[in-house]
C-alpha cells in the first residue's frame, strides 16, 4: 500500500513561484510512475505533469516552460516548482502514483494511488 502526503500550497500573486513536495511510503511498483494533478473549483481534475522512476518527465502544454518535476528516490518524494503562476493554475493540486502503468501519462485513469491535496491560490 502507498500513502502520498503532499504539502507546500499557499496563495501567491501572480508571477510567483511556489514548490509543492509529496512525500510517498511505500514502494511504488511497475515504472514507479508519479504525478501532479490538479482540479479548480467545478472542474474536472486534469493532468500537469508525470515523472518515471529513470526521471523522465511529462508536461501539459499549460505548463510547460513555468513547471518542473522532479523526484528524489532515495527520499522518495516528489516535487513540483511552479513558478510564473497565474491565476488560471489556482486549483487543489494532488500528487498520484501508479504501480501498474507500462508509461507515466497525465492521463488520471493510469493512477492508483492519491494524496489528499494541498491548495494553490494565485491572485491577480
Known amino acids: 500500500q502507498v500513502q502520498l502526503v503532499e504539502s507546500g500550497g499557499g496563495s501567491v500573486e501572480t508571477g510567483g513561484s511556489l514548490r509543492l513536495s509529496c512525500a510517498a511510503s511505500?514502494?511504488?511498483?511497475?515504472?514507479?510512475?508519479m504525478g501532479w494533478f490538479r482540479q479548480p473549483p467545478g472542474k474536472e481534475r486534469e493532468g500537469v505533469a508525470s515523472?518515471?522512476?529513470?526521471?523522465?518527465?511529462t508536461y501539459a502544454d499549460s505548463v510547460k516552460g513555468r513547471f518542473t518535476i522532479s523526484r528524489d528516490n532515495a527520499r522518495n518524494t516528489l516535487y513540483l516548482q511552479m513558478s510564473g503562476l497565474k491565476p488560471e493554475d489556482s486549483a487543489m493540486y494532488y500528487c498520484a502514483a501508479s504501480s501498474t502503468a507500462l508509461v507515466c501519462p497525465t492521463t488520471r485513469a493510469a493512477y492508483n494511488y492519491w494524496g489528499q491535496g494541498t491548495q494553490v491560490t494565485v491572485s491577480s
Open positions: 515523472i518515471t522512476r529513470d526521471t523522465r518527465a
Open positions: 511505500g514502494y511504488i511498483g511497475g515504472r514507479g510512475c
